[in-house]
T-cell receptor, first 116, second 111 residues
Framework: AAGVIQSPRHLIKEKRETATLKCYPIPRHDTVYWYQQGPGQDPQFLISFYEKMQSDKGSIPDRFSAQQFSDYHSELNMSSLELGDSALYFC???????????????FGPGTRLTVL | DAKTTQPNSMESNEEEPVHLPCNHS???????IHWYRQLPSQGPEYVIH???SNVNNRMASLAIAEDRKSSTLILHRATLRDAAVYYCILSRDNYGQNFVFGPGTRLSVLP
């Protein structure tokens, strides 16, 4: 079965540079979530999109922005990178479900960002 | 947001059943109980979810207390590949509900 695709899988950047992470959800999934997981920490929610509109926002720095495109893929743009941005970034997607059920999120393999 | 409490770590022998507990005493009537697990350097993986009734799937079983203030994830026969961090997460029944990952339980499986 198709899974969530994230690219690149690894990314090395210098401080103050910019980075763009991409997420391709499972076909027919219309909701995308972004999570950040620092070394030795648990995943933390950043932002989510439903039908190309931002649906929820977590602890996402102002230096980061994201959007979901017409084909439902999403991009996380990170500017003025700091050492503390080094982390695993996960994207998850979920399908449109009936109001009587809850969304199950399916996670991608993640992008490991290293800021030097 | 309703919070969950799990043991930091648990150990099991291979081929034996494992019962992973989760307390969620402030759960609301519309909160679903989700279980995810995360292997090292991999994305969280869906295990099971439920609302009120016990649930079974090919990976595990979920036993939910009658008052819903606690639940237990049951792995019927642990394998070495089940060694992971297991997260118990609550979410509401709406779209785009983000997950709050708590400390989780680190499960070690001994051969």
């Amino acid at each position: 079965a198709a899974g969530v695709i994230q690219s690149p899988r690894h990314l090395i950047k210098e401080k103050r540079e910019t980075a763009t992470l991409k997420c391709y959800p499972i076909p027919r999934h219309d909701t995308v979530y972004w999570y950040q997981q620092g070394p030795g920490q648990d995943p933390q929610f950043l932002i989510s999109f439903y039908e190309k509109m931002q649906s929820d926002k977590g602890s996402i720095p102002d230096r980061f922005s994201a959007q979901q495109f017409s084909d439902y893929h999403s991009e996380l743009n990170m500017s003025s990178l700091e050492l503390g941005d080094s982390a695993l970034y996960f994207c998850a997607s979920s399908p449109l479900t009936s109001p009587s059920d809850t969304d199950t999120q399916y996670f991608g393999p993640g992008t490991r960002l290293t800021v030097l | 947001d309703a919070k969950t409490t799990q043991p930091n770590s648990m150990e099991s022998n291979e081929e034996e059943p494992v019962h992973l507990p989760c307390n969620h005493s402030t759960i609301s009537g519309t909160d679903y109980i989700h279980w995810y697990r995360q292997l090292p350097s991999q994305g969280p993986e869906y295990v099971i979810h439920g609302l009120t009734s016990n649930v079974n799937n090919r990976m595990a079983s979920l036993a939910i207390a009658e008052d819903r203030k606690s639940s237990t994830l049951i792995l019927h026969r642990a394998t070495l590949r089940d060694a992971a961090v297991y997260y118990c997460i609550l979410s509401r029944d709406n779209y785009g509900q983000n997950f709050v990952f708590g400390p989780g339980t680190r499960l070690s499986v001994l051969p």
